[in-house]
């Protein structure tokens, strides 16, 4: 399965974004769709994921109330709506794909990858 994430830009501090995964390819064997971040200097971080054929989410505490995932009509597209946005948010942002079934926060259960968007907050 590709990956295709969108949405990334330059914003500033308590500004929102919504990001996008259209996902291509043998999309039927894609269950769970992650997103992650990573800033310079820094380990790759899980921010939110779906599976797309429950609509279930997992988000961490510190994004929690501020960052929404959902899934589109089409399950080949996944969003990340993100709100009241802080400097330390900047990072780019990844959305990766999981054939196996578990919405996991460790990066290597993904096996597909998209090529990242940029989000800049600035204060």
């Known amino acids: 399965v590709q990956l295709q994430a969108s949405g990334g830009g330059l914003v500033q501090v308590g500004g929102s974004l919504r990001l996008s995964c259209a996902a291509s390819?043998?999309?039927?064997?894609?269950?769970?769709v992650g997103w992650f971040r990573q800033a310079p200097g820094k380990a790759r971080e899980f921010v939110a994921a779906?599976?797309?054929?429950?609509?279930?989410?997992a988000i961490p505490e510190s994004m929690s109330g501020r960052f929404f995932v959902s899934r589109g009509k089409s399950e080949n597209m996944v969003y990340l709506e993100m709100n009241s946005l802080k400097p330390e948010d900047t990072a780019v942002y990844y959305c990766?794909?999981?054939?196996?079934?578990?919405?996991?926060?460790?990066?290597?259960?993904?096996?597909?990858w998209g090529q990242g968007t940029q989000v800049t907050v600035s204060s």
């Open positions: 779906i599976r797309l054929a429950t609509g279930s989410t």
């Open positions: 390819g043998r999309t039927v064997s894609t269950s769970v």
């Open positions: 990766a794909a999981s054939e196996d079934g578990i919405i996991s926060r460790s990066p290597v259960r993904y096996t597909s």
